[in-house]
């Protein structure tokens, strides 16, 4: 799957490409949503929709989606939500739906309601919802807008690290042997990172292995059965 970030900035999107040399699947064009609408590139993938946790389109990117498509887009991605979340949808979750015109869009919110979104980890948990979701679905382009940059306050570089971090986790193949403490690690260590909290040090994975060197932990005997 390849995925594009676009912005209308130039100058943006230098930055940005900067960030992304080390992601392949990942790179960064110059333009707006209207324009790879117009384009027809748009149709040719899905949209990623950073919006809040109740499908209302009236700021933002989310609003030009809603002025390109109409708000029978936002009164699907609504139905979606209620359907499978009920009164909100939460950040790190995913839904898919599509305009009256056959747009594809992907709705991952970034935030509760419009708010400053520094110093969380968001951002990567809507990338890595999208990502994961467009996976799934078999996309095979991905357009993402910079997410949190704009209502969110979260600086540029934050933002695509995030956002590329959240592609990567959410598109990694893993088997439910990998889904281990040395995984669970990994992504709390990002935590403390995208969160700007001190990392204390702990290893889970270090943790339960001395642990199970002591006999503190029992195996679980069924399986040994098996």
Not at 17 to 31: Q, Y
Not at 38 to 47: I, T
Not at 96 to 110: H, K, L, R
Request: aromatic share 6%; with cysteine.
């Amino acid at each position: 799957m390849q995925v594009i970030l676009f912005h209308p900035n130039a100058d943006v999107i230098c930055e940005t490409e900067k960030i992304l040399t080390r992601c392949s699947d990942m790179t960064a064009l110059c333009a707006s949503y209207e324009e790879l609408y117009e384009s027809g590139l748009a149709c040719e993938g899905m949209v990623v929709s950073p919006g809040n946790g109740f499908g209302i389109m009236d700021g933002g990117f989310d609003r030009v989606l809603r002025d390109v498509h109409g708000i029978e887009l936002e009164h699907r991605i609504k139905r979606v939500i209620i359907r499978m979340y009920g009164p909100e949808i939460p950040v790190g979750c995913a839904v898919s739906s599509a305009a009256a015109d056959g747009q594809y869009v992907i709705y991952a919110p970034t935030m509760q309601v419009p708010m400053d979104i520094a110093c969380t980890d968001n951002v990567y948990r809507a990338a890595r919802a999208a990502s994961h979701l467009a996976k799934m679905l078999h996309v095979e382009t991905l357009w993402m807008p910079l997410m949190g940059t704009g209502a969110g306050s979260l600086p540029l570089d934050e933002a695509v690290w995030q956002m590329a971090a959240g592609v990567i986790d959410g598109t990694a193949e893993l088997s439910a042997e990998e889904m281990n403490w040395e995984h669970a690690d990994r992504i709390h260590l990002q935590w403390h990172r995208f969160c700007k909290v001190p990392d204390d040090g702990v290893r889970f994975a270090e943790l339960m292995k001395e642990a199970q060197k002591h006999g503190d932990i029992v195996e679980d005997q069924a399986d040994s059965r098996s």
